[in-house]
């Protein structure tokens, strides 16, 4: 059974100019351990595709199943608890709380879930540590430079050991150098069994992943599986070309 | 999220915009201010009020001789000798729940001891008088029968006389000089302080009725054992209103006035006029109640407009919270216990604002200040309700937020 399960999932905005069909019956499995990219012009359906596979929203046509739960059932609380439990969100943006700390804003997600202070600090040190900011912890985000702080929300969303990373163009706000950093640490995160997803519409983003969903006016025009890049290589790359 | 976190992170959101915080309490602060500061005065005030009330004596009336007509012109009070000392001992005889009636005849007179001399009133009295204005001697003793009865020459001093004219000596068995009439000083009276109106009570010297009668108010009051008034003290205050019916009645008859004659005393219900006081001190409280409300509706909706300028603002943070796994709720609640919390402090401080002007303002008058602790939880405790009842709109707006749309605000 594979971990995200639409069938004919539609959305449709029913604007007072008329109806928006942002996303057209689409069928689409991905498995567990998989490393997807989902890719599209603005306006492909690929945001609204990304809104209903975290739970955000919901259809409204098809059906949709993550980890076997039937997510259009849920209420608002149950989407809540959902994307609390099996998602894990990292944003272009990153979105951290400014007046936090590192470890703090890494907590957020806990705090919902209903861990005391103690497990809440240990799990946040933990993810922080997983991401390579272990001694970065008490800094705040002004503190923390662009990639840091994507690692943060990356260490966010780890906490709460997510059965999916959901990434929304995750390198959009960042040079191409920390780019490929963030990009090998979902590759990194990616071979040790999570599922990641990342939405973009960059396509050197999109030759790190193992398998490519293209969108174009709410329906997938291609689906192929790759030998992704590895993101360390063009690491290489990069600081063989400063050397020389 | 439990409270105390979710107190902890109010408490964060609140100190990291300290100014407009404040700005926002001050509206609560204000107005509990003035209300604790009002409250605090008013009963303070209230206190000494009840005190000078009491310290006349509980349970009093008052009659007074006039109140006639003679050939068409209308006497005031006092006007007549109509009253006597066996009126007073009739009514006590006669008139049930009566504790004590006491004829006074009151005078002004030079009092000299050696080179010292003072003006001071001089009132005729027996031992009832000392029972109904609840007076007790500070030092010796008060008048014996014996001394009543046949008007001999001792006097009683008040506080101010004694302390006048004595200094620090014992004013005990000396002689003062009234009217040419050597006293001899056989006792002191407590001190009574100032009364309802202002009056120094200790600037007096009590005498025996008849020796005042004789020797020093002139011969109005010298014929028909007549006095001026008549303290009445009753045992409860139930019976009051019925036991001066009796006794209007009882004079009535003793006077042999006729029916369609008017009284030719007055009769006054002393703790009737405290009652009356009390009842002015309750509209005044719930004057203060009003303002107090309309403070609060002020400084609610400033919560409340500010509130709504923090969710428009935290919207990203909204989103945020929604998208990691908040529930409505818990959105809902971290902003109402945020208004919540802001609204107490104000409270919180109000109080404290609200003491120290009460204390600036009781000192510089003299007054006790008054604060009772209910005062002070009722009012951080309805503080906090403005903060849950304005504070409810904006967090319900937060709560209803749309996880994508509120991710995507800029």
Redesign the interface.
């Known amino acids: 059974m594979a971990l995200i399960e639409a069938r004919e999932l539609s959305r449709i905005y029913s604007l007072d100019a008329g109806r928006v069909v942002a996303l057209d019956r689409i069928d689409l499995d991905i498995d567990a351990g998989d490393m997807v990219a989902i890719m599209g012009p603005s306006g492909s359906g690929k945001s609204t595709l990304m809104?209903l596979i975290?739970c955000?929203?919901k259809p409204t046509g098809g059906s949709y199943r993550l980890d076997g739960v039937m997510v259009d059932r849920l209420d608002?609380?149950g989407l809540?608890?959902l994307?609390?439990?099996k998602i894990g969100?990292v944003?272009q943006q990153f979105?951290l709380?400014p007046?936090a700390d590192a470890a703090t804003n890494a907590e957020?997600?806990m705090?919902?879930?209903g861990l005391d202070?103690k497990a809440r600090r240990r799990r946040a040190l933990d993810a922080l540590a997983r991401v390579g900011l272990a001694d970065r912890w008490h800094h705040r985000p002004m503190q923390l430079s662009g990639g840091q702080q994507q690692r943060v929300a990356i260490a966010?969303a780890l906490v709460?050991d997510p059965r999916l990373l959901l990434a929304d163009e995750p390198t959009g706000a960042l040079d191409s150098k920390t780019a490929l950093d963030i990009l090998a640490l979902f590759q990194k995160l990616n071979r040790e069994g999570m599922t990641v997803v990342i939405v973009t519409h960059d396509p050197e983003v999109a030759r790190h992943a193992r398998r490519v969903v293209r969108f174009r006016d709410g329906r997938i025009i291609s689906d192929e599986r790759q030998e992704p890049v590895r993101a360390e290589d063009g690491l290489k790359e990069l600081q063989a070309e400063t050397a020389a | 999220m439990s409270l105390m976190e979710a107190l902890r992170s109010a408490l964060q959101a609140i100190t990291a915009n300290a100014l407009r915080s404040v700005l926002t309490m001050l509206g609560i602060i204000i107005g509990v201010a003035a209300v604790i500061a009002m409250v605090a005065i008013g009963s303070g005030a209230k206190a000494r009020v009840n005190d000078q009330i009491r310290s006349l004596g509980a349970n009093l009336a008052i009659i007074s001789a006039g109140n006639v007509q003679v050939g068409g012109v209308r006497l005031g009070i006092g006007a007549s000798s109509s009253l006597t000392d066996e009126d007073a001992r009739a009514i006590k005889r006669e008139i049930e729940g009566v504790e004590a009636a006491a004829p006074f005849i009151r005078g002004q007179a030079q009092a000299i001891y050696q080179g010292t001399n003072w003006s001071t009133a001089i009132q005729a009295v027996d031992n009832d008088f000392f029972v109904a204005r609840e007076w007790d001697m500070a030092s010796g003793r008060g008048f014996d029968p014996e001394e009543l009865r046949r008007g001999e020459i001792v006097a009683i001093l008040g506080q101010t006389v004694a302390r006048t004219l004595f200094g620090s000596d014992d004013p005990l068995d000396q002689i003062v000089r009234v009217r040419n009439t050597p006293f001899k000083v056989i006792g002191v009276a407590a001190s009574k302080g100032q009364s309802a109106f202002g009056q120094d009570q200790d600037d007096i010297i009590f005498v025996p009725l008849e020796t005042g009668r004789r020797r020093i108010m002139g011969r109005n009051y010298a014929k028909d054992r007549s006095v001026a008034s008549v303290f009445v003290k009753f045992e409860q205050e139930a019976t009051m209103v019925h036991g001066i019916g009796e006794i209007r009645a009882l004079l009535r008859q003793r006077h042999r006035l006729a029916e369609d004659a008017e009284d030719d005393f007055t009769v006054r219900n002393l703790t009737e006029i405290a009652n009356t006081a009390t009842a002015s001190a309750r509209t005044l409280s719930f004057l203060l109640a009003a303002v107090a409300a309309v403070s609060l509706l002020v400084g609610g909706i400033g919560i409340m407009n500010i509130m709504l300028v923090s969710v428009t603002e935290r919207t990203r943070e909204i989103g945020l919270r929604l998208a990691v796994g908040a529930r409505p709720r818990d959105v809902l609640s971290q902003f109402l216990i945020e208004a919540t919390t802001l609204a107490s402090i104000g409270g919180a401080l109000g109080v404290a604002l609200g003491l120290g002007i009460a204390v600036v303002i009781a000192r510089t008058a003299g007054w006790p200040v008054l604060v009772s602790l209910e005062s002070v939880l009722i009012a951080v405790g309805v503080s906090g309700l403005v903060g849950v009842f304005f504070g409810f709109y904006p967090a319900r707006r937060a709560a209803k937020l749309d996880p994508i749309e509120a991710l995507r605000r800029e």
């Open positions: 809104n975290g955000l929203d608002a609380n809540a608890k994307r609390n439990q969100f944003f979105n709380l007046r957020l997600p705090l919902y879930a202070r966010r709460n």
